[in-house]
């Protein structure tokens, strides 16, 4: 094995109606799985809620999923190694953007790039389809995904206050913009105004 073995003791905070609850995990890093990325298909449905309920306390019923995935602009993809579902991902399409709604691993596939390839997946749609953003809300609480997300290029850009019913937990909205530097030249690229004020160079 050529991979160097780390122990990784993180906390998760689940999306929880019923209140946040921290699940302290002891996490070891192990090498990376290459992974299938296909459409979600119906008959995934039973474990994919599986996943989700081993990774959260209380999340989406399969009624939630079914609702979401019945618009057309509603979109699930799952992640198979060996022919088992080991992630999923749902997102909505917009005209400029793919929305993550839903984005997990199962448990015992963490750190082994599964998510990594499921976002290199998306980030290869947003070519396809000249769309050029991916969003998503995480709560201020999870780490792991921040830390996650962050590495995959994605910036915290708004703090949304009490944005969940269950808990009124913060959110920060996450983005990835393809090809942001080009972004950077537009004429109403945003710009620190304060700052302008207190510029006596
Ligand atoms: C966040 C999540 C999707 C990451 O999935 P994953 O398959 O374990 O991620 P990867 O193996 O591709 O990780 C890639 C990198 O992200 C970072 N990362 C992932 N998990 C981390 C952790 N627990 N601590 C620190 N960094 C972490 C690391 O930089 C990692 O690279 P490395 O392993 O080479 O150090 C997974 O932890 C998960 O499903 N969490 C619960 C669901 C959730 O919170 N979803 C988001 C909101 S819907």
């Known amino acids: 094995m050529d991979c160097v073995v780390r122990i990784h003791i993180f906390t998760?905070?689940?999306?929880?109606?019923?209140?946040?609850?921290?699940?302290?995990?002891?996490?070891?890093?192990?090498p990376k799985l290459k992974v299938q990325i296909r459409w979600l298909l119906h008959c995934d449905l039973p474990k994919v809620l599986d996943i989700e309920r081993r990774v959260f306390e209380s999340t989406w019923t399969k009624e939630?999923?079914?609702?979401?995935?019945?618009?057309?602009?509603?979109?699930?993809?799952?992640?198979?190694?060996?022919?088992?579902?080991?992630?999923?991902?749902?997102?909505?399409?917009?005209?400029?953007?793919?929305?993550?709604?839903?984005?997990?691993v199962d448990l015992e596939f963490f750190r082994k790039d599964i998510a990594t390839q499921m976002i290199e997946k998306l980030k290869d749609k947003l070519n396809q389809q000249r769309r050029n953003e991916i969003c998503l809300e995480l709560r201020e609480g999870n780490l792991t995904a921040q830390l996650f997300f962050k590495k995959m290029g994605f910036k915290a850009a708004l703090v949304l206050r009490n944005h969940y019913n269950d808990t009124n937990e913060d959110a920060y909205l996450m983005r990835f913009i393809l090809n942001e530097k080009d972004t950077l030249f537009l004429p109403f690229a945003p710009h620190n105004r304060i700052a302008e004020y207190y510029d006596v160079a």
């Not at 998760?12 to 921290?22: A, P, V, Y």
């Not at 509603?74 to 709604?101: D, R, S």
């Open 12 to 30: 998760h905070i689940s999306r929880s109606r019923k209140g946040i609850q921290i699940m302290p995990w002891i996490h070891t890093s192990s």
């Open 64 to 104: 939630d999923f079914l609702h979401c995935l019945q618009q057309r602009s509603c979109i699930g993809m799952v992640a198979e190694y060996n022919h088992h579902v080991i992630g999923f991902m749902i997102y909505k399409l917009h005209k400029a953007k793919l929305h993550i709604l839903n984005f997990v």
